[in-house]
């Protein structure tokens, strides 16, 4: 009885930290109605690596509000990003399914070719003696990953949360992102993640993002540049470093074609 006693208190203590941690992510969604976030848990992290890095970064942030950002921009992310983004409640069942399969499809081709470069690695250890007294070096084929998460639950993940991989993280990242629905706008949520989503190195915020790499504000992007800023959203950083990248002109091309249709909240 006693044993039984202590799991119940410690089951009650485990279930009030958790409802009081919930608490607080709504509070604090809350308040953003009214007061825009300054930083985000993501933002802090990438901050506090460029400085034990010691990287000699300069970090661009700006806040704007959501009538100063160009009609343009928040049709070229969520074109690219989040084309349901007026409509889903936060999650967008069918993607994430379509991610699924097409994950698994990764996982599967990487295992084939993973199996050929092993056994080709064998081959190649045995064909000499001296070779074949050496520990075999396997190279392993990673797949490539597809993400079908909105807008919102990239938001809630950059407010709150890290960037590792597992399923509290996933069922925290749930969780928020319909507090988020729940108590902010569409309007409203498409401003912050504007304003705070990542563009390269050291630069958050579409403001930053204009001026870095246009020299413009951000309410007179075109729709040209808009589209290459929102295609580089998936990697920045890499893109950064690959401005002129083949992928990234076409890519930009099919957004702006999609962008005349794409329905702002």
């Known amino acids: 009885m006693r044993w039984t006693h202590h799991l119940l208190r410690l089951a009650s203590l485990v279930l009030l930290s958790a409802l009081s941690l919930q608490l607080y992510f709504a509070s604090r969604i809350a308040l953003m109605r009214l007061v825009d976030p300054q930083s985000t848990t993501f933002q802090r992290s990438e901050g506090w690596r460029l400085w034990r890095a010691n990287v000699p970064k300069t970090w661009r942030q700006e806040w704007v509000p959501y009538d100063q950002v160009s009609n343009s921009m928040k049709r070229a992310?969520?074109?690219?990003?989040?084309?349901?983004?007026?409509?889903?409640?936060?999650?967008?069942?069918?993607?994430?399914?379509?991610?699924?399969?097409?994950?698994?499809?990764?996982h599967a081709r990487a295992d084939q070719l993973n199996e050929k470069l092993a056994q080709k690695a064998e081959r190649t250890a045995t064909a000499s003696s001296?070779?074949?007294?050496?520990?075999?070096?396997?190279?392993?084929?990673?797949?490539?990953?597809?993400?079908?998460?909105?807008i919102s639950q990239q938001l809630a993940k950059n407010l709150f949360l890290g960037s590792e991989r597992s399923f509290p993280r996933k069922a925290q990242e749930f969780v928020i992102t319909?507090?988020?629905?729940r108590l902010l706008s569409k309007q409203r949520l498409l401003e912050i993640y504007l304003n705070s989503v990542e563009w390269g190195e050291g630069i958050f915020g579409v403001q930053a993002a204009a001026s870095y790499y246009y020299r413009v504000p951000a309410r007179q992007l075109s729709a040209g540049q808009?589209?290459?800023l929102a295609v580089?959203?998936?990697?920045p950083k890499r893109f950064e470093k690959r401005p002129d990248s083949p992928y990234l002109a076409s890519r930009a091309g099919t957004i702006m074609g999609r962008m005349p249709s794409t329905e702002l909240p």
Do not use: C, Y
Not at 84 to 104: I, M, P, T, Y
Not at 130 to 150: D, N, Q, V, Y
Not at 178 to 181: A, K, S
Not at 232 to 235: F, G, N, V
């Open 130 to 150: 001296a070779a074949a007294r050496l520990p075999t070096l396997k190279p392993r084929a990673e797949p490539k990953i597809i993400g079908g998460s909105t």
């Open 232 to 235: 580089m959203l998936p990697a």
């Open 178 to 181: 319909l507090m988020l629905e």
């Open 77 to 106: 992310v969520i074109t690219s990003e989040d084309a349901s983004f007026a409509e889903h409640s936060g999650v967008d069942w069918e993607a994430l399914e379509k991610a699924w399969e097409r994950n698994q499809k990764a």
């Open 226 to 228: 808009a589209a290459r």
